[in-house]
């Protein structure tokens, strides 16, 4: 079984940086980072997969944020620059069962987080 804990989500201001991490207690070939604002479905932000090293971004945060893993921690992060109000929401990190693909489709994950809260103000 794969457990996961997020740390690091903080009130910031709009333009700011903030770095969220996701400590992991196994190996899963795929890991990604989703947000779920309220009154918004859950969305897909980033995801890495191990095999190649390949990440694929959501549209919304291209260029901003950037996810990388720390392989001798089995930590994955999230660096978040020059972040906006939109990105306020509670962040969860994922990782892949077995057998899962990945990418940024939500139904592939099967270990969660608890998520942590980040809240960009203006």
């Known amino acids: 079984q794969v457990q996961l804990v997020e740390s690091g989500g903080d009130s910031v201001a709009a333009g700011g940086s903030l770095r969220l991490s996701c400590a992991a207690s196994g190996y899963s070939r795929w890991m990604a980072w989703f947000r779920q604002a309220p009154g918004k479905k859950r969305e897909g932000v980033a995801a890495?997969?191990?095999?190649?090293?390949?990440?694929f971004y959501a549209d919304s945060v291209k260029g901003r944020f950037t996810i990388s893993p720390d392989n001798a921690k089995n930590t994955v992060y999230l660096q978040m620059n020059s972040v906006k109000p939109e990105d306020t929401a509670v962040y969860y990190c994922?990782?892949?069962?077995?057998?899962?693909?990945?990418?940024?489709?939500?139904?592939?994950?099967?270990?969660w987080g608890q998520g942590t809260q980040v809240t960009v103000s203006s």
């Open positions: 994922a990782a892949t069962g077995r057998h899962d693909w990945g990418g940024l489709d939500a139904s592939q994950y099967a270990y």
């Open positions: 890495r997969y191990f095999g190649s090293g390949a990440t």
